[in-house]
């Protein structure tokens, strides 16, 4: 069943009984605002803009991505255009929060335009949402109001830039406080950190490399079942190297192991390693090491 998909924020508003928005393309609101979801509620739902919310204390459960999310305590979430959630609720709504929608073409003429998309989170959504601490929820709400107050002003040629301007702010903060969620959970980054190690040692012991090629991000991610964009943010965080370099670091560990230990040839290990041409790994060899691989096994005779 193809997912129904909501263009514009005013359609948005209509489909959760709220009054139309000040603005066609940005709307603040309180949860408190929505009271039921309707009869009808669609199975999958797909929108054309940026949708920010906090929401705490709900009787609903968010199907995002791969992930089901409770909101008992206070969670940031961010959905970008065209992707697909769905929301189981009672018909009946309790619930606390904010939600703002922005249509990116209210960012059009602005860095912002560009801008968002470097804030990873909007891709970690799918796997993982932000929770946040009383005061950093505090921090969050403050901005909302902020928007919340220019929004329902009269509008004037000042408005736009001031939004866009929190936006930014809030966005900052969010960047902030993803990082220190992946140093506070350090018990659990620690287990994907192992668990990451055992697939890549797994992956480079098979002798079957030559069949399969080199492992993927999105093949090292999937098997730790997280995102590739989060994944590469974690090891970034907690190692400062991206989930690629760690691929490329194993493969060199394993072509040393037998340019040192083996009498194949430099063409074979590259064949047996997954690479289709010898150059290749003999540049990527070359790039982590400062050797060339025959030069390196040189250094052994």
Excluded at 103 to 123: A, R
Excluded at 240 to 245: D, F, N, R
Excluded at 279 to 291: E, N, R, V, Y
């Amino acid at each position: 069943m193809q997912p129904y998909r909501i263009k514009t924020i005013a359609q948005y508003h209509k489909l959760r009984g709220l009054p139309g928005p000040v603005h066609p393309l940005i709307s603040v609101f309180r949860v408190e605002e929505i009271t039921k979801i309707r009869d009808n509620e669609p199975a999958h739902l797909i929108q054309d803009f940026y949708s920010i919310a906090l929401k705490k204390d709900v009787n609903t459960t968010l199907q995002y991505g791969q992930q089901t999310y409770h909101f008992d305590e206070g969670k940031l979430f961010f959905i970008a255009p065209n992707q697909v959630y769905s929301i189981q609720a009672q018909k009946k709504l309790t619930h606390s929060g904010w939600v703002l929608l922005m249509h990116p073409y209210f960012f059009w003429n602005t860095p912002l335009t560009k801008n968002i998309h470097q804030y990873e989170y909007f891709g970690y959504a799918v796997n993982e949402a932000l929770d946040l601490s009383e005061k950093e929820e505090e921090t969050i709400v403050g901005i909302l109001q902020n928007i919340e107050e220019e929004y329902r002003s009269n509008i004037d040629k000042f408005s736009k830039p001031v939004i866009v301007s929190q936006i930014e702010l809030l966005l900052n903060y969010a960047d902030r406080f993803y990082h220190r969620q992946f140093l506070t959970r350090e018990r659990e980054h620690h287990q994907i950190l192992v668990r990451l190690e055992k697939i890549l040692t797994d992956y480079f012991s098979d002798d079957n490399l030559v069949n399969i090629g080199l492992p993927s991000v999105i093949d090292i991610s999937s098997a730790l079942n997280v995102s590739p964009n989060y994944l590469s943010g974690l090891l970034k965080v907690l190692t400062g190297q991206s989930t690629q370099q760690h691929i490329h670091n194993k493969l060199i560990e394993k072509a040393k192991e037998k340019l040192s230990t083996s009498e194949l040839s430099v063409s074979e290990i590259a064949y047996e390693l997954g690479f289709e041409y010898s150059q290749s790994f003999s540049k990527l060899f070359k790039s982590k090491t400062g050797f060339t691989p025959s030069a390196f096994r040189q250094s052994f005779n």
